[in-house]
Protein backbone atom coordinates (compact mmCIF):
# COMPACT_ATOMS: atom_id res chain seq x y z
CA UNK A 1 0.00 0.00 0.00
CA UNK A 2 2.16 2.70 -1.06
CA UNK A 3 1.85 6.12 0.54
CA UNK A 4 -0.28 4.52 3.79
CA UNK A 5 1.81 5.03 6.61
CA UNK A 6 1.63 3.63 9.79
CA UNK A 7 3.17 6.15 11.64
CA UNK A 8 3.18 10.16 10.30
CA UNK A 9 5.61 12.75 11.23
CA UNK A 10 3.90 14.26 13.82
CA UNK A 11 3.20 10.61 15.23
CA UNK A 12 -0.09 9.64 14.76
CA UNK A 13 -1.50 6.84 13.62
CA UNK A 14 -3.88 5.01 11.27
CA UNK A 15 -6.93 5.57 13.27
CA UNK A 16 -5.24 8.75 15.37
CA UNK A 17 -3.44 7.19 18.36
CA UNK A 18 -0.12 7.87 19.83
CA UNK A 19 2.51 5.26 19.16
CA UNK A 20 1.77 4.24 22.89
CA UNK A 21 -2.11 4.54 22.78
CA UNK A 22 -4.53 1.66 23.40
CA UNK A 23 -7.35 1.10 21.72
CA UNK A 24 -10.66 1.13 23.89
CA UNK A 25 -11.64 -1.42 26.05
CA UNK A 26 -15.66 -2.00 26.95
CA UNK A 27 -16.22 -5.27 28.67
CA UNK A 28 -19.10 -7.07 30.54
CA UNK A 29 -19.40 -10.13 32.69
CA UNK A 30 -22.47 -12.52 32.90
CA UNK A 31 -24.11 -11.80 29.04
CA UNK A 32 -25.55 -16.03 29.21
CA UNK A 33 -27.20 -17.02 32.16
CA UNK A 34 -26.60 -20.43 31.50
CA UNK A 35 -23.01 -21.11 31.54
CA UNK A 36 -21.01 -20.96 34.44
CA UNK A 37 -18.82 -18.06 33.48
CA UNK A 38 -19.11 -15.73 30.52
CA UNK A 39 -18.08 -12.52 28.85
CA UNK A 40 -18.31 -10.36 26.41
CA UNK A 41 -15.27 -7.77 25.40
CA UNK A 42 -14.23 -5.42 22.92
CA UNK A 43 -11.41 -3.99 22.20
CA UNK A 44 -11.72 -1.22 19.70
CA UNK A 45 -13.10 -2.80 16.96
CA UNK A 46 -12.45 -6.39 17.62
CA UNK A 47 -15.16 -7.95 19.67
CA UNK A 48 -14.55 -11.42 21.23
CA UNK A 49 -17.17 -13.20 23.00
CA UNK A 50 -15.82 -15.68 26.22
CA UNK A 51 -18.10 -19.04 27.90
CA UNK A 52 -16.55 -20.94 30.58
CA UNK A 53 -17.57 -24.19 31.99
CA UNK A 54 -16.33 -26.53 35.11
CA UNK A 55 -14.85 -27.36 36.61
CA UNK A 56 -16.66 -30.39 35.69
CA UNK A 57 -16.51 -34.32 35.64
CA UNK A 58 -14.03 -35.40 32.26
CA UNK A 59 -16.42 -35.67 29.74
CA UNK A 60 -15.49 -38.41 27.01
CA UNK A 61 -12.65 -40.75 27.85
CA UNK A 62 -11.46 -41.37 31.03
CA UNK A 63 -8.11 -41.27 30.13
CA UNK A 64 -7.47 -37.52 29.62
CA UNK A 65 -8.04 -36.65 32.82
CA UNK A 66 -4.98 -36.00 35.47
CA UNK A 67 -4.38 -37.43 38.39
CA UNK A 68 -3.31 -34.28 40.35
CA UNK A 69 -5.28 -31.36 38.52
CA UNK A 70 -8.06 -30.24 36.14
CA UNK A 71 -7.59 -30.37 32.09
CA UNK A 72 -8.26 -27.27 30.80
CA UNK A 73 -10.03 -27.28 27.31
CA UNK A 74 -9.62 -24.48 25.07
CA UNK A 75 -11.79 -23.42 21.62
CA UNK A 76 -11.33 -21.02 19.49
CA UNK A 77 -13.48 -20.32 16.59
CA UNK A 78 -14.20 -16.81 14.43
CA UNK A 79 -17.46 -16.34 13.49
CA UNK A 80 -17.92 -16.38 9.66
CA UNK A 81 -19.06 -12.70 9.59
CA UNK A 82 -16.22 -11.54 11.80
CA UNK A 83 -13.91 -10.79 8.86
CA UNK A 84 -13.86 -8.09 5.72
CA UNK A 85 -15.17 -11.49 3.51
CA UNK A 86 -17.76 -13.87 4.36
CA UNK A 87 -15.55 -16.91 5.12
CA UNK A 88 -17.03 -19.96 6.21
CA UNK A 89 -14.52 -21.74 8.73
CA UNK A 90 -14.67 -25.53 9.09
CA UNK A 91 -14.02 -26.50 12.71
CA UNK A 92 -10.91 -28.19 13.47
CA UNK A 93 -8.91 -26.36 10.60
CA UNK A 94 -5.05 -25.30 11.23
CA UNK A 95 -5.27 -21.91 12.38
CA UNK A 96 -7.96 -22.03 15.08
CA UNK A 97 -6.47 -25.44 16.72
CA UNK A 98 -3.04 -23.66 16.68
CA UNK A 99 -4.85 -20.38 18.67
CA UNK A 100 -6.81 -23.03 20.86
CA UNK A 101 -3.32 -24.32 21.85
CA UNK A 102 -2.40 -21.03 22.41
CA UNK A 103 -5.20 -20.28 24.36
CA UNK A 104 -4.98 -23.70 26.74
CA UNK A 105 -1.11 -22.73 27.19
CA UNK A 106 -1.91 -19.61 28.44
CA UNK A 107 -4.26 -20.56 30.81
CA UNK A 108 -3.01 -23.33 32.51
CA UNK A 109 0.05 -20.68 34.03
CA UNK A 110 -2.74 -19.15 35.39
CA UNK A 111 -5.51 -20.90 36.89
CA UNK A 112 -5.08 -22.76 40.07
CA UNK A 113 -5.49 -26.49 38.57
CA UNK A 114 -4.47 -28.50 41.65
CA UNK A 115 -7.69 -27.41 43.31
CA UNK A 116 -9.47 -29.55 40.99
CA UNK A 117 -8.28 -32.64 40.61
CA UNK A 118 -9.42 -34.95 37.83
CA UNK A 119 -11.66 -32.70 36.42
CA UNK A 120 -12.08 -30.17 33.40
CA UNK A 121 -12.27 -26.56 32.73
CA UNK A 122 -14.00 -25.84 29.02
CA UNK A 123 -13.41 -22.10 27.38
CA UNK A 124 -15.14 -21.48 24.80
CA UNK A 125 -13.99 -18.08 22.79
CA UNK A 126 -15.27 -16.80 19.68
CA UNK A 127 -14.76 -13.79 17.98
CA UNK A 128 -17.49 -11.44 16.22
CA UNK A 129 -15.67 -8.96 14.78
CA UNK A 130 -11.81 -9.35 14.19
CA UNK A 131 -10.01 -6.35 13.45
CA UNK A 132 -6.28 -7.28 14.91
CA UNK A 133 -5.67 -8.49 18.23
CA UNK A 134 -7.96 -11.18 18.07
CA UNK A 135 -5.43 -13.68 20.22
CA UNK A 136 -5.40 -10.52 22.75
CA UNK A 137 -9.55 -10.36 22.51
CA UNK A 138 -9.57 -13.58 23.47
CA UNK A 139 -7.48 -13.94 26.58
CA UNK A 140 -8.90 -11.04 27.57
CA UNK A 141 -12.62 -12.08 27.45
CA UNK A 142 -11.55 -15.52 28.72
CA UNK A 143 -10.01 -14.12 31.90
CA UNK A 144 -12.93 -12.05 32.93
CA UNK A 145 -15.61 -15.37 32.30
CA UNK A 146 -13.02 -17.16 34.42
CA UNK A 147 -13.15 -14.63 36.99
CA UNK A 148 -17.10 -14.71 36.07
CA UNK A 149 -17.09 -18.79 36.83
CA UNK A 150 -15.03 -18.50 40.59
CA UNK A 151 -12.46 -20.41 39.11
CA UNK A 152 -9.54 -19.67 41.49
CA UNK A 153 -6.82 -17.67 39.55
CA UNK A 154 -3.04 -16.67 40.58
CA UNK A 155 -3.80 -13.32 38.64
CA UNK A 156 -5.14 -11.67 35.79
CA UNK A 157 -4.03 -12.31 32.84
CA UNK A 158 -3.78 -9.84 30.02
CA UNK A 159 -2.67 -10.02 26.67
CA UNK A 160 -1.93 -7.06 24.14
CA UNK A 161 -0.34 -6.83 20.81
CA UNK A 162 2.66 -4.36 19.76
CA UNK A 163 4.61 -3.62 16.87
CA UNK A 164 7.14 -1.69 15.31
CA UNK A 165 7.64 0.55 13.10
CA UNK A 166 10.75 3.07 12.50
CA UNK A 167 11.87 3.28 15.69
CA UNK A 168 9.17 3.20 17.71
CA UNK A 169 7.34 0.72 19.27
CA UNK A 170 3.64 0.38 18.60
CA UNK A 171 1.15 -0.41 21.05
CA UNK A 172 -1.98 -2.72 20.40
CA UNK A 173 -2.31 -3.39 16.37
CA UNK A 174 -5.34 -2.92 14.56
CA UNK A 175 -5.81 -5.15 11.39
CA UNK A 176 -4.26 -2.65 8.78
CA UNK A 177 -1.26 -2.25 11.04
CA UNK A 178 -0.87 -6.23 11.41
CA UNK A 179 -0.95 -7.24 7.76
CA UNK A 180 1.09 -4.40 6.58
CA UNK A 181 3.76 -6.71 7.08
CA UNK A 182 5.98 -5.46 9.84
CA UNK A 183 6.44 -7.14 13.10
CA UNK A 184 3.84 -8.47 15.24
CA UNK A 185 4.28 -9.12 18.85
CA UNK A 186 1.21 -10.94 20.98
CA UNK A 187 2.30 -10.56 24.71
CA UNK A 188 0.09 -12.65 27.39
CA UNK A 189 1.21 -11.21 31.29
CA UNK A 190 0.58 -12.12 34.71
CA UNK A 191 0.66 -7.82 35.55
CA UNK A 192 1.25 -8.04 39.14
CA UNK A 193 4.65 -10.33 39.32
CA UNK A 194 5.77 -9.25 35.59
CA UNK A 195 5.58 -12.95 34.61
CA UNK A 196 4.98 -13.90 30.83
CA UNK A 197 2.31 -16.21 30.16
CA UNK A 198 2.83 -16.52 26.57
CA UNK A 199 4.89 -14.64 23.83
CA UNK A 200 4.35 -14.74 20.13
CA UNK A 201 6.23 -13.22 17.28
CA UNK A 202 5.88 -12.98 13.97
CA UNK A 203 8.15 -11.74 10.28
CA UNK A 204 11.80 -10.39 11.57
CA UNK A 205 12.84 -8.06 13.98
CA UNK A 206 16.34 -7.06 14.22
CA UNK A 207 17.96 -8.20 17.93
CA UNK A 208 18.28 -4.54 19.56
CA UNK A 209 14.80 -3.83 19.09
CA UNK A 210 12.80 -6.31 21.13
CA UNK A 211 13.80 -5.02 24.10
CA UNK A 212 11.87 -1.97 23.76
CA UNK A 213 9.14 -3.92 22.09
CA UNK A 214 8.91 -5.94 24.47
CA UNK A 215 8.82 -3.13 27.40
CA UNK A 216 6.05 -1.35 25.02
CA UNK A 217 3.57 -4.85 25.38
CA UNK A 218 4.24 -4.82 28.93
CA UNK A 219 2.88 -1.58 29.82
CA UNK A 220 0.17 -2.15 27.66
CA UNK A 221 -0.87 -5.05 29.12
CA UNK A 222 -0.58 -3.27 32.68
CA UNK A 223 -2.55 -0.89 31.40
CA UNK A 224 -5.37 -3.36 30.65
CA UNK A 225 -5.03 -5.01 33.95
CA UNK A 226 -6.78 -1.82 35.36
CA UNK A 227 -9.56 -1.74 32.73
CA UNK A 228 -10.25 -5.47 33.53
CA UNK A 229 -10.43 -5.06 37.33
CA UNK A 230 -12.07 -1.86 36.93
CA UNK A 231 -15.12 -4.17 35.10
CA UNK A 232 -14.97 -6.97 37.79
CA UNK A 233 -15.38 -4.17 40.91
CA UNK A 234 -17.90 -2.62 38.75
CA UNK A 235 -19.84 -6.18 37.99
CA UNK A 236 -20.02 -7.09 41.51
CA UNK A 237 -20.75 -3.46 42.99
CA UNK A 238 -23.83 -4.00 41.27
CA UNK A 239 -24.66 -7.27 41.33
CA UNK A 240 -24.39 -7.10 45.65
CA UNK A 241 -26.29 -4.32 46.09
CA UNK A 242 -29.21 -5.93 44.86
CA UNK A 243 -28.92 -8.85 47.17
CA UNK A 244 -28.74 -6.86 50.33
CA UNK A 245 -31.68 -8.35 52.93
CA UNK B 1 -6.41 0.56 70.13
CA UNK B 2 -8.83 0.06 68.11
CA UNK B 3 -6.27 -0.61 64.79
CA UNK B 4 -8.14 -3.46 63.72
CA UNK B 5 -11.22 -2.67 63.75
CA UNK B 6 -10.37 1.15 62.03
CA UNK B 7 -9.12 -0.76 59.29
CA UNK B 8 -11.78 -3.12 59.13
CA UNK B 9 -14.86 -0.23 59.05
CA UNK B 10 -13.29 2.03 56.65
CA UNK B 11 -13.71 -0.84 54.01
CA UNK B 12 -17.66 -1.96 55.23
CA UNK B 13 -19.77 -2.32 52.31
CA UNK B 14 -17.05 -1.93 49.58
CA UNK B 15 -16.22 -4.37 46.97
CA UNK B 16 -13.20 -6.56 47.73
CA UNK B 17 -11.35 -8.70 45.62
CA UNK B 18 -9.22 -12.09 46.67
CA UNK B 19 -5.60 -10.99 47.29
CA UNK B 20 -6.71 -7.72 49.36
CA UNK B 21 -4.71 -7.59 52.43
CA UNK B 22 -5.81 -5.73 55.80
CA UNK B 23 -2.42 -5.60 57.41
CA UNK B 24 -2.25 -4.48 60.56
CA UNK B 25 0.58 -2.23 62.47
CA UNK B 26 0.80 -2.99 65.67
CA UNK B 27 2.66 -0.34 67.72
CA UNK B 28 6.18 -0.83 69.65
CA UNK B 29 5.12 -2.56 73.44
CA UNK B 30 6.71 0.46 74.85
CA UNK B 31 3.85 1.17 77.84
CA UNK B 32 3.59 -2.23 78.13
CA UNK B 33 -0.62 -2.52 78.09
CA UNK B 34 -1.68 -3.57 74.82
CA UNK B 35 -5.41 -4.29 74.75
CA UNK B 36 -6.31 -7.27 72.70
CA UNK B 37 -9.46 -7.38 70.61
CA UNK B 38 -10.84 -9.82 69.46
CA UNK B 39 -12.30 -10.15 65.97
CA UNK B 40 -14.59 -12.73 64.23
CA UNK B 41 -13.33 -13.23 60.90
CA UNK B 42 -16.44 -15.53 58.97
CA UNK B 43 -16.25 -17.12 55.55
CA UNK B 44 -14.19 -15.30 53.04
CA UNK B 45 -11.58 -14.00 55.25
CA UNK B 46 -8.37 -15.97 56.38
CA UNK B 47 -5.96 -14.59 58.95
CA UNK B 48 -2.24 -15.23 57.81
CA UNK B 49 0.27 -14.56 60.42
CA UNK B 50 -0.28 -11.44 61.16
CA UNK B 51 -2.33 -10.23 58.30
CA UNK B 52 -6.30 -11.12 57.59
CA UNK B 53 -6.45 -11.89 53.62
CA UNK B 54 -9.66 -11.84 51.50
CA UNK B 55 -10.11 -15.25 50.11
CA UNK B 56 -13.35 -14.35 48.29
CA UNK B 57 -14.61 -11.34 46.21
CA UNK B 58 -18.07 -10.04 47.09
CA UNK B 59 -18.78 -7.19 50.30
CA UNK B 60 -17.35 -6.82 53.33
CA UNK B 61 -20.42 -6.79 55.89
CA UNK B 62 -20.17 -6.17 59.87
CA UNK B 63 -22.13 -7.67 62.20
CA UNK B 64 -21.53 -6.21 65.88
CA UNK B 65 -19.98 -6.55 68.01
CA UNK B 66 -16.70 -8.19 66.14
CA UNK B 67 -18.01 -10.27 63.40
CA UNK B 68 -16.51 -9.53 59.99
CA UNK B 69 -17.11 -11.51 56.79
CA UNK B 70 -17.35 -11.27 53.11
CA UNK B 71 -20.69 -11.89 51.24
CA UNK B 72 -20.23 -13.17 48.25
CA UNK B 73 -22.33 -14.49 45.28
CA UNK B 74 -21.54 -17.71 44.02
CA UNK B 75 -23.25 -20.30 41.74
CA UNK B 76 -20.63 -23.12 41.66
CA UNK B 77 -20.79 -25.29 44.76
CA UNK B 78 -17.58 -27.05 46.18
CA UNK B 79 -18.34 -29.93 48.23
CA UNK B 80 -17.59 -29.81 51.99
CA UNK B 81 -17.85 -31.98 54.82
CA UNK B 82 -21.13 -32.12 56.87
CA UNK B 83 -23.00 -30.66 54.05
CA UNK B 84 -26.65 -31.79 52.74
CA UNK B 85 -26.89 -31.32 49.11
CA UNK B 86 -29.61 -32.77 46.45
CA UNK B 87 -28.04 -34.71 44.26
CA UNK B 88 -28.84 -36.68 40.87
CA UNK B 89 -28.04 -40.87 40.16
CA UNK B 90 -26.68 -40.92 37.43
CA UNK B 91 -25.14 -44.93 37.02
CA UNK B 92 -25.06 -47.69 39.04
CA UNK B 93 -21.88 -49.56 39.21
CA UNK B 94 -21.29 -53.38 41.72
CA UNK B 95 -22.13 -51.25 45.57
CA UNK B 96 -22.12 -47.80 44.72
CA UNK B 97 -24.31 -45.40 43.16
CA UNK B 98 -22.94 -42.58 41.35
CA UNK B 99 -24.40 -38.99 42.26
CA UNK B 100 -24.27 -36.14 40.50
CA UNK B 101 -23.74 -33.46 42.99
CA UNK B 102 -22.75 -30.11 40.84
CA UNK B 103 -19.12 -30.15 41.81
CA UNK B 104 -16.32 -31.16 39.93
CA UNK B 105 -16.60 -34.72 40.43
CA UNK B 106 -19.52 -37.07 40.63
CA UNK B 107 -19.94 -38.57 44.38
CA UNK B 108 -20.01 -42.02 45.27
CA UNK B 109 -22.94 -43.35 48.15
CA UNK B 110 -22.97 -46.88 48.88
CA UNK B 111 -25.97 -48.76 48.80
CA UNK B 112 -25.63 -49.40 52.60
CA UNK B 113 -25.77 -46.07 53.82
CA UNK B 114 -29.48 -45.94 53.85
CA UNK B 115 -31.42 -46.79 56.62
CA UNK B 116 -32.75 -50.32 56.57
CA UNK B 117 -30.48 -51.67 54.16
CA UNK B 118 -28.60 -54.52 54.18
CA UNK B 119 -27.02 -56.98 51.80
CA UNK B 120 -29.74 -59.05 51.01
CA UNK B 121 -32.24 -56.00 51.53
CA UNK B 122 -31.23 -53.14 48.39
CA UNK B 123 -32.71 -49.81 48.43
CA UNK B 124 -34.88 -48.88 45.54
CA UNK B 125 -32.48 -46.68 43.82
CA UNK B 126 -32.64 -46.33 39.97
CA UNK B 127 -30.67 -43.82 38.02
CA UNK B 128 -32.66 -40.35 37.75
CA UNK B 129 -33.72 -40.41 40.91
CA UNK B 130 -33.29 -37.47 43.12
CA UNK B 131 -31.34 -38.23 46.70
CA UNK B 132 -30.94 -35.63 49.96
CA UNK B 133 -27.67 -36.99 51.74
CA UNK B 134 -24.63 -35.30 53.41
CA UNK B 135 -21.18 -35.64 52.70
CA UNK B 136 -18.50 -37.28 55.08
CA UNK B 137 -15.78 -37.08 52.99
CA UNK B 138 -15.36 -34.01 50.87
CA UNK B 139 -12.30 -32.85 50.29
CA UNK B 140 -9.51 -32.27 46.45
CA UNK B 141 -7.84 -35.13 46.91
CA UNK B 142 -10.39 -38.04 47.22
CA UNK B 143 -13.74 -39.00 45.40
CA UNK B 144 -16.76 -37.37 47.47
CA UNK B 145 -18.71 -39.80 49.49
CA UNK B 146 -21.99 -39.38 50.74
CA UNK B 147 -24.69 -41.30 52.98
CA UNK B 148 -27.98 -41.05 53.56
CA UNK B 149 -28.36 -42.09 57.09
CA UNK B 150 -27.26 -40.23 60.50
CA UNK B 151 -24.61 -41.60 62.83
CA UNK B 152 -27.42 -43.34 64.74
CA UNK B 153 -28.16 -44.83 61.18
CA UNK B 154 -31.79 -43.20 61.47
CA UNK B 155 -32.49 -41.48 57.77
CA UNK B 156 -33.79 -37.83 59.38
CA UNK B 157 -35.45 -36.94 56.60
CA UNK B 158 -32.07 -38.44 53.73
CA UNK B 159 -32.81 -40.61 51.24
CA UNK B 160 -34.77 -40.78 47.93
CA UNK B 161 -37.50 -38.38 46.83
CA UNK B 162 -39.05 -36.56 44.69
CA UNK B 163 -41.92 -38.77 42.78
CA UNK B 164 -43.37 -35.47 40.99
CA UNK B 165 -42.13 -32.12 41.49
CA UNK B 166 -39.16 -30.03 40.12
CA UNK B 167 -35.66 -29.27 40.61
CA UNK B 168 -34.45 -25.73 39.52
CA UNK B 169 -30.51 -24.31 40.26
CA UNK B 170 -30.26 -21.01 42.12
CA UNK B 171 -27.22 -19.27 43.54
CA UNK B 172 -25.80 -20.53 46.73
CA UNK B 173 -26.23 -17.20 48.45
CA UNK B 174 -30.16 -17.66 48.00
CA UNK B 175 -29.48 -21.08 49.43
CA UNK B 176 -28.50 -20.03 52.41
CA UNK B 177 -30.73 -17.66 53.03
CA UNK B 178 -33.61 -20.00 52.41
CA UNK B 179 -32.24 -22.20 55.42
CA UNK B 180 -31.23 -19.65 57.91
CA UNK B 181 -33.64 -20.53 60.80
CA UNK B 182 -35.79 -17.26 60.51
CA UNK B 183 -36.26 -17.59 56.89
CA UNK B 184 -38.21 -13.89 55.73
CA UNK B 185 -38.67 -15.89 52.19
CA UNK B 186 -39.99 -18.89 53.20
CA UNK B 187 -42.48 -17.47 55.59
CA UNK B 188 -43.31 -15.18 52.90
CA UNK B 189 -43.82 -18.09 50.87
CA UNK B 190 -45.87 -19.80 53.11
CA UNK B 191 -48.79 -17.36 52.99
CA UNK B 192 -49.51 -17.86 49.33
CA UNK B 193 -50.21 -21.73 48.88
CA UNK B 194 -48.86 -24.80 50.40
CA UNK B 195 -46.18 -26.93 49.19
CA UNK B 196 -43.21 -29.22 49.91
CA UNK B 197 -39.60 -27.63 49.50
CA UNK B 198 -36.85 -29.61 49.44
CA UNK B 199 -33.37 -27.20 49.78
CA UNK B 200 -29.91 -28.50 48.74
CA UNK B 201 -26.35 -26.74 49.62
CA UNK B 202 -25.39 -27.43 46.22
CA UNK B 203 -27.91 -24.58 44.87
CA UNK B 204 -30.46 -26.61 43.96
CA UNK B 205 -34.08 -26.59 45.18
CA UNK B 206 -36.93 -28.75 45.08
CA UNK B 207 -40.92 -27.63 44.84
CA UNK B 208 -43.74 -29.45 44.89
CA UNK B 209 -47.02 -28.12 45.23
CA UNK B 210 -50.77 -29.36 44.60
CA UNK B 211 -51.66 -28.08 40.72
CA UNK B 212 -48.44 -28.02 38.34
CA UNK B 213 -49.43 -23.92 37.77
CA UNK B 214 -48.35 -23.41 41.95
CA UNK B 215 -45.07 -25.38 41.52
CA UNK B 216 -44.08 -23.39 38.57
CA UNK B 217 -45.22 -20.00 40.05
CA UNK B 218 -43.55 -21.05 43.56
CA UNK B 219 -40.10 -21.93 41.11
CA UNK B 220 -40.61 -18.01 39.37
CA UNK B 221 -40.81 -16.62 42.50
CA UNK B 222 -37.42 -18.04 44.00
CA UNK B 223 -35.83 -17.76 41.08
CA UNK B 224 -36.75 -13.93 40.82
CA UNK B 225 -35.93 -13.21 44.90
CA UNK B 226 -32.40 -13.91 43.79
CA UNK B 227 -32.49 -10.05 42.17
CA UNK B 228 -34.42 -8.83 44.55
CA UNK B 229 -34.77 -6.26 47.45
CA UNK B 230 -36.76 -7.24 50.60
CA UNK B 231 -39.15 -4.48 49.34
CA UNK B 232 -39.70 -5.86 46.33
CA UNK B 233 -40.07 -9.48 46.79
CA UNK B 234 -42.92 -8.52 49.82
CA UNK B 235 -44.97 -6.51 46.76
CA UNK B 236 -44.62 -9.05 44.21
CA UNK B 237 -45.50 -11.83 46.86
CA UNK B 238 -48.73 -9.56 47.38
CA UNK B 239 -49.57 -9.06 43.65
CA UNK B 240 -49.15 -12.97 43.26
CA UNK B 241 -50.99 -13.99 46.40
CA UNK B 242 -54.12 -11.62 45.47
CA UNK B 243 -53.71 -13.02 41.99
CA UNK B 244 -54.05 -16.14 42.64
CA UNK B 245 -57.01 -18.58 43.48
Redesign the interface.
Known sequence: MAGLELLSDQGYRLDGRKASELRKVQARMSVFAQADGSAYLEQGNTKALAVVYGPHETRGSRSKSLHDRAVINCQYSMATFSTAERKRRPHGDRKSSEMSLHLKQTFEAAVLTELYPRSQIDIYVKILQADGGNYSACVNAATLALVDAGIPMRDYVCACTAGFVEDTPLADLCHAEESGGGTSLALALLPRSGNIALLQMDARLHQDHLDPLIEAAMTACKGLSKVLDGVVRQHLEEVSVLTRD | MDTIHACFKEKIGE?L??GDVFSFSFPESGDGSIKTEKVICGPGLRRNGEEVQVCK???LRHKQPNMYWI?S????YVPAKGESVIGIVTAKSGDIFKV?VGG???ASLSYLAFEGATKRNRPNVQVGDLVYGQFTIAN??MEPELVCIDSCGRANGMGVFGADGLLFKVSL??VR?LLAPQS?IVKDLEKIFPFELVVGMNGRVWVKAKTVQQTLIVTNLLETC?????QQRQTLFKKVAEGSL
Do not use: A, F, H, Y
Open positions: VLPSGIDQQRRDSEQKDGLREENMTS
